[in-house]
Structure formats: C-alpha cells, structure tokens
C-alpha cells in the first residue's frame, strides 16, 4: 500500500470531520452602566479604605447574567454574559460610587494590596433578575461585613437587599436596571460605612450598630 497516497485523503478526511463541529455562539458582553452617585459636601474623612470584592456561589462568581424565571429555578441569559465575574464587577463598581462620593479619600482594591485601616467585604447573595407577578425586577441582596484591616476584628456588619424594576424585557433595559440598583446599594453602603468609620475615629460620634 502506498501511504503517501493515503497521507492526503487522511488531511481531508480530518478537515471534513473538522468542518462538522458546531460554530461557537456569538456573545454579547455587557458592563454596568458608569455609577451616578454623586458628589457630597463637606471634608473627606481620614481613614483609608479597602474594598474587597465579595465572595459568592459558583454561578454569581462567573460572567453568566442570572434570571430566576420563576420560583427556585436558577437560569442565565443565553448568548450574553458580564464583562468581568459578577463580584468584580460590582466591587469596581461600588468603588467608584465611593470616589464619586468623596467623603473618603484614600480608597483603593483588595487587587492593589495596599495598607488600609479598614476593608469592605461580604458575601454576595444575589445578583440577578427575577420574575414577580411576570415582570422582572434586579435583585441584589449583599451581607457586608466591615473588617478592622490590621487585626481582622470586624467592626460591623449587616445585611442589603436592593430591588429595581426593570422597564422592558430586552437585555440592555436590563442591565440598566443593574446600574439603578448598584447606585442605590452604593448610596446605602457609602452611608453605613461612613457612620462606623467615623465611630472608629471619634468614639463621641454616635453610630447605628
């Protein structure tokens, strides 16, 4: 038998077999809309702050955009998913309500290791839509914990849950809603973390524990 016949018809049969595998399916990426928070008055406070991103169950820790379409059944969007994981995203995010904000200067990422007094972290437990009476509404529910950096002692902790209508059924009305609700939550967290800072730095100012 003469393989250097054979060699070609081989090549071919492998790139007609090849051929035959299924095309990958387009993805449309999506990030969160840039935070709306705005500036507030007065003097930046003196402490340095860390943000962490949150820990989170194996499907909110991936890029997948989650939808519960009803009841406990868990789904995602198909053919479209988060530009980074779902806890990188928001904590990039909720970073930049924090300098937008700018009552605390001196912030920085748990990725940049730098010093911090104290670190912003938690456990994100939902980051997701979900279909109530049929229409879908953002769901983001986050237990934060704010932990003194030097000794790990955590100063407080409480949980958020943030829900915002989404207006339409399309993908980017979606997504849009995320940016609502982000913003909301921030607002919420720059407030509460803002209260226990403070507390740290002056124990004459009260704060709501």
């Known amino acids: ?30 990030r969160l809309p840039p935070s709306s928070v705005a500036a507030a008055p007065g003097e930046a406070t003196d402490i340095a702050l860390r943000i962490s991103h949150p820990a989170a169950n ?13 009841g406990n059944r868990l789904s995602v969007y198909k053919g479209a998913r988060w530009s980074t ?6 904590r990039d995010h909720l970073l930049d309500a924090f300098r937008s904000d700018g009552r605390i200067a001196r912030l920085s990422s748990a990725a940049e290791g ?15 839509t979900e279909y109530r009476a049929g229409s879908p509404e953002v769901v983001i529910r986050l237990d934060a914990r704010l932990v003194e950096a030097a000794s790990k002692h955590i100063i407080a902790s409480r949980r958020f849950a943030v829900m915002e209508q989404v207006n339409g059924e399309d993908l980017p009305a979606v997504v849009d809603a995320f ?11 720059i407030d509460w973390t803002l209260q226990h800072v403070q507390f740290r730095n002056d124990p004459g100012v009260s704060a709501d524990l």
């Open 58 to 70: 194996d499907l909110l820790s991936s890029t997948r955009i989650v939808v519960v379409p009803e």
């Open 85 to 90: 994981p779902a806890p990188f995203l928001w």
């Open 1 to 30: 038998m003469n393989i250097r016949r054979l060699w070609p018809v081989c090549v071919a049969a492998a790139l007609s077999a090849c051929s035959l595998l299924p095309e990958s399916t387009p993805q449309d990426i999506y």
């Open 179 to 189: 940016g609502r609700a982000n913003d909301t939550l921030a607002r919420e967290l």
């Open 114 to 128: 730098l010093q911090a007094d104290v670190e912003l972290g938690g456990e994100l437990r939902a980051f997701q």
